[in-house]
T-cell receptor
Framework: GNSVTQMEGPVTLSEEAFLTINCTYT??????LFWYVQYPGEGLQLLLK?????DKGSNKGFEATYRKETTSFHLEKGSVQVSDSAVYFC????????????FGTGTKLQVIP | DAGVIQSPRHEVTEMGQEVTLRCKPI?????LFWYRQTMMRGLELLIY????????DSGMPEDRFSAKMPNASFSTLKIQPSEPRDSAVYFC?????????????FGSGTRLTVV
C-alpha cells in the first residue's frame, strides 16, 4: 500500500535559518504530493502541492519538488520566521479512485527568535 | 465562507458514555472525510462520504464507531460506548467535486477526552 515517511521532529531553528524537512513516499502509479501545515489548535491547511514528476510546488516562501527518481518531496524554505512554527505533514493521494490521502506522521518545527 | 465547522471543540466524557461529534462541510463540497489524530498513530482516515453515501469505512476501528451523513450539510460521528483509548482529536474535512485531496478543507477539530 501507499506510505509516507517524514523525518522525526522536533526541528528547532533560529529565525532566518534554512529549513529542510525530508519526505519520501511509496506508491503505485503516479500520486499527487502535498505538504500540509497545522498550527496549534487548528486543522490542517494545504501549504503546497505537486501533481507530476519534476513539478515544483511553492507557497509563502516554501518549496518542494516532486522527485520521482528518488521518490521524495522535501520541503524547503530559505529563511524561516517565528510564525512558521507549526507541524508539517507530507501527504500523497492516489491517482485514481477517490484519491485517498495518506499522511506522514508530521514534523514539528519550532523557530526561536 | 465559514469553512468546515465542527462541534464541540472540546468534549470530556466518562468511559461508557455515548459521544456524538458533528460536522458541517463547506456548501457545495460533495466529499466528506472523518479523520482521527493521535500522537501514536498520527492521522487516520476513519470514513469517507461522497454525495452523502459512505464509500470507504475501512478505517472505522470497530463497531462502537458509526458515522452518518443524512444530508449534504451535516454529518455525525458517534462512539458508543466510549473508551479511554478513543481519546484523540477528530477532524472533519470536505472537498469540492472532482478535486480530491487538492481541495481538502479541514475543520478545527474536536478534542475528545474519555476518562
Amino acid at each position: 500500500g501507499n506510505s509516507v515517511t517524514q523525518m522525526e521532529g522536533p526541528v528547532t531553528l533560529s529565525e532566518e535559518a534554512f529549513l529542510t524537512i525530508n519526505c519520501t513516499y511509496t506508491a503505485t502509479g503516479y500520486p499527487s504530493l502535498f505538504w500540509y501545515v497545522q498550527y496549534p489548535g487548528e486543522g490542517l491547511q494545504l501549504l503546497l502541492k505537486a501533481t507530476k514528476a519534476d513539478d515544483k510546488g511553492s507557497n509563502k516562501g516554501f518549496e518542494a519538488t516532486y522527485r520521482k527518481e528518488t521518490t521524495s518531496f522535501h520541503l524547503e524554505k530559505g529563511s524561516v520566521q517565528v510564525s512558521d512554527s507549526a507541524v508539517y505533514f507530507c501527504a500523497l493521494s492516489d491517482s485514481g479512485g477517490y484519491q485517498k490521502v495518506t499522511f506522514g506522521t508530521g514534523t514539528k518545527l519550532q523557530v526561536i527568535p | 465562507d465559514a469553512g468546515v465547522i465542527q462541534s464541540p471543540r472540546h468534549e470530556v466524557t466518562e468511559m461508557g458514555q455515548e459521544v456524538t461529534l458533528r460536522c458541517k462541510p463547506i456548501s457545495g463540497h460533495n466529499s466528506l472525510f472523518w479523520y482521527r489524530q493521535t500522537m501514536m498513530r498520527g492521522l487516520e482516515l476513519l470514513i469517507y462520504f461522497n454525495n452523502n453515501v459512505p464509500i470507504d469505512d475501512s478505517g472505522m476501528p470497530e463497531d462502537r464507531f458509526s458515522a452518518k451523513m443524512p444530508n449534504a450539510s451535516f454529518s455525525t460521528l458517534k462512539i458508543q460506548p466510549s473508551e479511554p483509548r478513543d481519546s484523540a482529536v477528530y477532524f472533519c474535512a470536505s472537498s469540492p467535486p472532482g478535486q480530491g485531496a487538492r481541495g481538502y478543507t479541514f475543520g478545527s477539530g474536536t478534542r475528545l477526552t474519555v476518562v
